[in-house]
């Protein structure tokens, strides 16, 4: 059996592009992997979140995983903060990235742009905070966004450089991982770029019938077709692409045709995606209330799921201090 490890950051509630560029893979693999599924809510420090805020976000991000179908009878489903030791190997891990190759991140990039006055140190180490997570568990593989690419190239480089260095076969390299096709790449209601928890412009699962129609009907498109047979454009071609997620075949070939014809009407696509889309998240949202008011189980599910991960990443970062030469005396 392959070793499966996966998280997301608990900044926000889950959205559609989680669900179909993470969740939805993370489901399919379960039954046939051994599985961890974690909250990455140390990774969530590095954009200052309140305290009053931080647990919130990580019950929301927990109880939108069960909802989803996530099974912690079958995986291990655990937080972050839970497992010290993965805070142990990143300390380690970390004498042995580079600050040139982290500077050079995308993501790293990307930060500095976005929050040019919060450029911490732990925005630079991210990736091998992540490749901790990872690697802690030995996974094989990782079911991530297209977003996350870069970051597991990272950690390839990164196992495969402790092996080097040590002369060992210690840790295996892991890949990205989606079912069949290509990583997927949820585009946002705004027109360009992918959705993203903090751009306003998702949809999230939790969000109620009328937001989700007010989200969409808001959604940017363009002044219409002018040639028959046309590409659509950008902000349409995303609300294609949102559409093949959740609408049936036959809808998004409906609408195609109409927009080759030069007949398409937007508000009526519009409509008719926001209630494919009611329809997708209503079940999940109420399963997400019951489980938020559950609040015995989650602790169970916490304490269980702990406990697993513990159990091996403990079992990794005695073997690596062994490695290493760390002895006793
Ligand atoms: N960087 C990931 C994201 O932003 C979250 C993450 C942290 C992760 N550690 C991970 C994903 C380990 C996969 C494996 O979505």
Redesign the pocket.
């Known amino acids: 059996m392959d070793t499966v ?5 608990s900044t926000g509630n889950l959205h559609l592009g989680n669900y179909f560029g993470a969740i939805r893979n993370f489901l399919k693999m379960q039954k046939e992997n051994n599985c961890f599924f974690f909250i ?1 809510d140390y ?1 969530a420090l590095t954009t200052h979140p309140k305290p009053e805020d931080l647990h919130g976000n990580i019950k929301q991000v927990l109880a939108e995983y069960l909802a989803c179908g996530i099974d912690p009878e079958i995986a291990t489903v655990f937080i972050q903060s839970d497992v010290p030791e993965v805070s142990e190997l990143y300390l380690l891990l970390n004498m042995n990235a580079y600050v040139g190759e982290l500077e050079r991140t995308a993501s790293f990039k990307e930060k500095i742009r976005q929050q040019p006055d919060n450029i911490n140190a732990g925005l630079l180490t991210y990736p091998v ?2 490749a901790a ?2 690697i802690i568990h030995k996974a094989h593989k ?1 079911p ?1 966004g297209k977003d ?1 690419e870069q ?1 597991l190239e990272m950690t390839r480089h990164f196992a495969r450089r402790f092996n080097m260095m040590y002369e060992v076969k210690y840790f295996p390299e892991p890949d990205a991982y989606n079912f069949g096709e290509e990583l997927t790449k949820i585009p946002g209601l705004d027109g360009t770029g992918k959705m993203g928890k903090s751009e306003g412009n998702g949809v999230f699962l939790s969000d109620t019938p009328q937001e989700i129609r007010k989200k969409v009907m808001r959604a940017v498109t363009d002044t219409g077709p002018t040639k028959p047979g046309m590409a659509p454009s950008e902000p349409v071609k995303n609300l294609f692409t949102i559409m093949s997620m959740v609408s049936d075949p036959q809808t998004v070939d409906f609408f195609r045709e109409k927009h080759a014809s030069c007949e398409i009407r937007y508000g009526d696509m519009k409509k008719q995606l926001a209630e494919d889309i009611i329809l997708f998240t209503e079940p999940i949202r109420n399963r997400i209330m019951d489980i938020l008011a559950n609040n015995k189980y989650l602790s169970r599910v916490v304490s269980e799921g702990a406990e697993k991960a513990r159990a091996s990443a403990s079992r990794t970062v005695r073997e690596v201090r062994e490695i290493i030469g760390y002895r006793s005396f």
């Open positions: 490890v996966s998280g997301i950051r990455a990774h905070l992540m997570d990872i990782v991530v996350q970051h």
